[in-house]
């Protein structure tokens, strides 16, 4: 809540674990805080109604609820770390509107600002509702963050709380309601505080009218633009607040003006938000909503496939159809099976579209129905351009494949990649063939004119691979079934990244690996050529390279330039000695729960403090601050966080500073300015393990900062057709010149931007991108703009990568709604089973309505049917019977519109408790009760009343 919510927040990130994300009696709640507990609680019940429809078993955990808890009650006990990801996400989003829209009163529900606070919320629902039908989930959690930020301040600097309502106002996440009665513009509202006690500075009349209102705010001394009369938000930021009427109205914490009505106006925002997170998924539907939130099912990661079908790729698709259809036959219905497959073919000059299926025969006959599409011309095709494609439409921190033989003829998007792997720590491995002195010519004809690739080219590939921690495997086509399912088997799974290092040009090196207890299925990847090593466990026995028959191996593998050890586990810390003098990577994996996520944050300037989640390169050279979470236990605690230089010896420790609940903030001196990797170590003191285990993880990726600095708005929504203006601006900490900037998009929009930028030594300068979507995508399609800046001579680089959603203009603003048409019951007061009900209910949408989706049973135990027809104005209506058994005597079904407009209507058979004797014929009795639950659920009552 804000603004004093944020002084909040900052405090509560700033004190070491004074608050926590925990909920203690007592203290005040944030946006923060009421966001987990309302996602936490939401998700759980979507769970909970998920296994009672299929009939499985389910356990409530117990409170407080904490994400991996949730993920273990969901039976999707692998999706913790991305569960987690995406609630912190949301949550960032949602603090960011503070620091981003910090003086817009419609943000906040400031100023009486009602309306358009209102529109801000409903746009938003049907963006996140469109995004969620084309899967596209992340930019539905970007705009969801962004409006439960409005929803929840409305509970704090209005007076709802004040006009006695316990509950929310349910009127805020629909259009087409009235949300109350709001004061005039020249109607007074509060008087004076009674020196610092404002418990009674809200007018009587006010009050007693039942009139919404809510408080002005300013930051700008002796100017304000309160009106005569009206209240003030209050607190010592607003300075309004200190014109008369002084004081305030604000509950965003206990010692707020009304901070004696704080805790009632929390629970209300936690209710509130609960009320949306139920509209979403009576839109999306259960596994839609519980993906949005990262909750899958299997293993919880994308197999993502980018394949070239140039007419030279024939043998290669071939190879890759075959360790698909194996793969995917292997994993389906174990705890390995990929949540979602993805598919980006490429050859020249096309690329895309990227194809995402959670079927796994979908996507198998996808594969299969793959051919060599000829094209290809010129021997380079647009390799990065389908990575682009792939990095954008796969969920963060996934692991793509790419294939290819060929040079990439789009090597201008080289640090777009690179910017997009940092940014969506996505692993790339790339499976090349045909590289220049590698293979034999194959004698076939459409080999004759192969080109091949040259080493140079094949540099490109390399460095892509060990910017994102992936391999670059140099392989011959017979060689490639065997290195791809070495690969794509055991990246299935919950894997950690214990060690990743390259070394190019190549030298001798030592590098060590901390093994703990819950790390399995030990394995070590290897690329290079003419290369020795030894390995040294923690007891001290070692095995060289060139010794087949030690202990600390217990298999290996060799195909091209790519080796796998799997190793036996000891738990402790181990070491390998790489003797080699050409390039190599090396990369340590296992299996664990145990892992991490982090974001570079900053500290918002301004009138406002708070932390912002960075979408560009972190400072170079100067201090920096990360939040680290800690996933896979609850008991797991980080001590020590490093940025590690990639190829050097160099690191910086942060202070790390708990603040409860997993989360830690980390605060480095000096973000180095060479390439570098985070690793963090820590300890589990988890019950079920027999002592204090130590951990060590790092990022796979590899990560750069700069001395330049980007901004952009990030006003997330275009629409089709229309040109969307993007303005930036850049700044640098170095010296001036002539700066290039490149904007490029992964849909390939057409877009306008100013190709160089002139900035001063320590200056900036600002431009605007504009980009157009055409007119016949599908709303909720999303576009990833990426704008970079260069300074002269390329000798640095800074990026930032913004996602917007392509919504249409809503047109159907009402949910659709339903009419009982009969219920007839042979029910006694006594239920028996053999005794049934039911009813017959006609569903419409209305006439400016885009039409009935779906009817859904949401709570009942008996049979339902439904039916198209006719309404008398030629409409197309639903027809919907229910018939139960007397033992289940209510009904809710769940009606949907195309738009994800949702209503809800509830029939019960019940009698009143009363126990008085009416002579009413139980049908009829029914009828009245449904009727008046009816009108409680404000189904039959005209939409404009007022608040209550
Ligand atoms: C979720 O919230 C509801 C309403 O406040 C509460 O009754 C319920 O106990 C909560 N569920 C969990 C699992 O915390
Ligand atoms: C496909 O895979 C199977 C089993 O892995 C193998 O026996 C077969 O030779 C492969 N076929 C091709 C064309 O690679
Ligand atoms: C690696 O360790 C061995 C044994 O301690 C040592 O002889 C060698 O110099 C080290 N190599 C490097 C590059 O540090
Ligand atoms: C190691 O891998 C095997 C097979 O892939 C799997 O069954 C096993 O559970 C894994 N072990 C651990 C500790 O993850
Ligand atoms: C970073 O350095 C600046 C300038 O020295 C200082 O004002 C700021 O407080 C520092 N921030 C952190 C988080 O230490
Ligand atoms: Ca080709
Ligand atoms: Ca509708």
Known sequence: MLPSGLAALCLLLLQTGALGFGILPGDSLNHLEITETAILNATVQVCHKLAQAEGTVFTFPPPPLTAEAVAIACDSPKSSKTFRAAVKFIILRNVRVDIRHALNASFHFDEENFIEGRKIITDGISAVKASNRQENFEAARQKLGEILHPLQDFYSHSNWVELGNKNPNPNLIRSDTSIGNIADESRATCRNCDG???????????????VLT??????????????????????????????????????????ASHGHLHTEAANAAIAATRELLEDIRGAAGDRDFLQMMGISKGSNKALCFVIDTTDSMRDEIEAVKNVTSFLVNSKVGTDDEPSVYILVPFNDPDFGPLIRTTDPDVFKTIITSLSAAGGGGDFEELSLSGLQLALTGAPPSSEIFLFTDASAKDKQLKSTVIALIERTKTVVN???????????????????????????????????????????????????PVATSIITESSSSSLVTLLQAARSPGRADNFTFLVDESVGNLTVYITGRSLTFTLINPSGESQKSTDGTGSLITSSQSVGNFQTLRLNKQVGLWEMRMVSTDPYTLKVIGQSAIDFLFDFVEASQGPFTG??????????????????????SDSATVTEVALVESSGSGEVNGIVESQGGGDFLVRVDRVPSVEFVVRVRGQDNSSSRVSTTSFQRQTPTNFRASSLTIIADSNSILAPGTPFSVPFSVMTSGTGGNFTIRATNDQGFASTFPTSLLLATGGSANGTVTLTAPLNIPSGSDVTLTIEAEAPGATDTNYIVLRFSIINTVTDFTHPVCQLLSLQSKCSENCSLSSSWELSVRVTDGADGTGVDRVILQQGNGTISTSMGVGTNNENVTLVSYRASCCSPDVELMVVDRLGNVGSCFYTIRATSSSGTRDTP???????????????????VPTDRGIQ
């Open 196 to 210: 610092d006690d404002c418990r009674n500075n809200i007018l009587e009349d006010i009050i007693q009218e039942n």
């Open 922 to 940: 139980s049908s009829l009795l029914c009828l009245s009760i449904a009727v008046a639950v009816m009108q409680m659920l404000g189904l039959l």
């Open 430 to 480: 790339f499976m090349l063939t045909n590289i220049s002195g590698l293979r034999r010519r194959r004698r076939s004809d459409h080999d004759q004119h192969r080109n091949q690739m040259s080493k140079l080219d094949a540099q490109l590939y390399r460095d892509l691979a060990q910017a994102s921690g992936g391999l670059a495997i140099e392989v011959t086509t017979a060689e490639l």
């Open 611 to 632: 932390f912002d989640a960075l979408e560009t390169r972190p400072r170079a050279g100067v201090n920096g601050t990360l939040l680290v979470s800690v996933t896979g």
């Open 214 to 255: 809510s408080g002005y705010f300013g930051i700008v001394p002796f100017v304000s633009t309160k009106p005569k009369g009206k209240c003030s938000h209050g607190g010592l930021v607003d300075q309004t607040s200190t014109i008369e009427p002084k004081g305030g109205i604000n509950k965003d914490t206990l010692d």
